[in-house]
């Protein structure tokens, strides 16, 4: 009688198990499109769940003095260029500091040359929006050459890049008839998406004043089209009593994207746009409101001195919209009294963003002990915060002091980073985060 072999199959639970104890993503995604069953239990909603991403937080853009030295914003400045810096532990974006340049294709110089000269607006799901200040012109009589745009050019100039497939797109010129072009008091937003056809897609929001009406404007671009889309009203500024933006950075959540703004009275509100449809409404916090100078004509002078004394010693532009960690509710991060608070939109008003007013709840005051760290720095001010990561970048506001520290909201702890960004801009640092979830299942979908 002759021996006989029995083959078992693994069933989908062991799989399932083994695939989600390899750490990397690069790994779990090549296995992922090496076999249709795999592919089919990393695609599932609990496996997803419960595999454990890497931090949100992958890498920053911001110029590089190519001089050595604390770098300038400036996009005409021919010593500096457009640079991506790795978050210390993640590898998505290599190991080392790199122009943003070499993540192109090599054949394409000319597109090198005006990546090098831009400046990073906004990260999301992978890509990166620019504004360009060297823009490309056809001429009959001569090959395609490079022209200076100047800063203060009414014809906004946007490119899309995607680091990680080294393509860039260049969006039609917007002649927003608004004051985008001369004002750093706008905002904007890069949204992935997926085509009819399957392919990736984006969409490019922009809010800023109108040139000459009190307004707030909603600029739209979806790839795909050949112009921007007619403006959009956000809000009369007379009527709200807004004038500035308190954070030109977007926060995405629940199918919508949010702008913090500030009133006349110091009070926080919420422009709301809804990304499927482009409805803008506007919501008004009546808790919290923000920390605001005193009147001189009270009472307490002197009072009123120490507090405004106090104010321009604190710490500067920290009030920021935010996500939970697991991106499920808005929450707003804001500096009051000298404490950092977490306020949280309140869980039923999670699908509803509109007209009116609303009352968000006091969900955690951030630990004292980096509150006083933080205090204890030069004028410390606040140049970004991360989306759902919990952290800050915070600088010190006077010119012999060159020294960054990333605050970490969750563990209350207080690291220095000046080293990271020696030779980089100490303004106009765009982090990338990436949500992993939604990140590996794109890029898994688009694989055939």
């Not at 599932?44 to 911001?62: A, C, D, H, N, Q």
């Amino acid at each position: 009688m002759g021996d006989s072999t029995t083959t078992t199959t693994p069933s989908d639970d062991v799989v399932g198990e083994v695939l989600l104890r390899l750490d990397d993503v690069a790994t779990l995604f090549r296995c992922a499109i090496t076999c249709k069953r795999w592919r089919r239990l990393v695609a599932e909603p609990y496996f997803i769940l419960r595999r454990k991403w890497p931090p949100s937080l992958v890498g920053f853009f911001t110029r590089r003095c190519l001089g050595g030295g604390a770098g300038t914003t400036t996009p005409t400045d021919s010593s500096t260029q457009l640079a991506c810096v790795p978050w210390p532990g993640s590898t998505l974006l290599g190991t080392r500091p790199r122009a943003l340049s070499s993540f192109l294709r090599a054949d394409d110089a000319a597109a090198a040359a005006v990546v090098d000269a831009a400046t990073p607006l906004a990260t999301r799901g992978g890509l990166l929006l620019v504004r360009l200040y060297l823009r490309l012109r056809d001429d009959e009589l001569k090959p395609k050459t490079f022209c200076l745009a100047p800063v203060s050019n009414p014809i906004v100039g946007l490119a899309v890049c995607n680091p990680f497939a080294g393509t860039w797109d260049v969006l039609p010129e917007l002649d927003c008839q608004s004051r985008l072009s001369s004002s750093i008091d706008y905002g904007c937003d890069i949204l992935p998406s997926i085509a009819r056809d399957g392919s990736p897609a984006f969409k490019v929001l922009m809010i800023g004043k109108d040139k000459d009406k009190a307004q707030y404007n909603l600029h739209t671009f979806v790839s795909g089209e050949e112009r921007w889309r007619a403006p959009t009203k956000c809000f009369d500024m007379m009527e709200h009593q807004i004038w500035s933006m308190e954070d030109r950075k977007a926060i995405v959540c629940r199918g919508y994207a949010h702008w913090l703004f500030i009133s006349e009275l110091n009070q926080f509100h919420v422009l709301n746009v809804e990304i499927e449809t482009g409805h803008v409404s506007l919501t008004k916090l009546v808790s919290p409101t923000k920390d605001w100078i005193i009147k001189s004509n009270i009472d307490d002078f002197e009072a009123a001195l120490a507090h405004n004394q106090r104010l321009l010693d604190d710490l500067w532009y920290a009030n920021c919209l935010q996500t939970t960690s697991n991106g499920a509710c808005l929450s707003l991060c804001t500096y009051r009294d000298r404490r950092l608070e977490i306020w949280t939109r309140h869980q039923e008003d999670g699908n509803k963003s509109g007209d009116g007013d609303a009352e968000w709840r006091h969900t955690r005051e951030i630990d004292h002990k980096l509150t006083e760290l933080i205090q204890k720095l030069e004028k410390p001010s606040c140049i970004w915060s991360a989306e759902r990561s919990g952290t800050l970048l915070i600088k010190e506001r006077i010119l012999e002091r060159k020294s960054l520290y990333i605050a970490h909201l969750d563990t209350g702890t207080l690291e220095e980073a000046t080293d990271q960004f020696c030779d980089y801009a100490r303004n106009g640092i765009m982090p990338m985060e990436i949500d992993w979830p939604t990140f590996f299942m794109s890029c898994l979908n688009r694989v055939k």
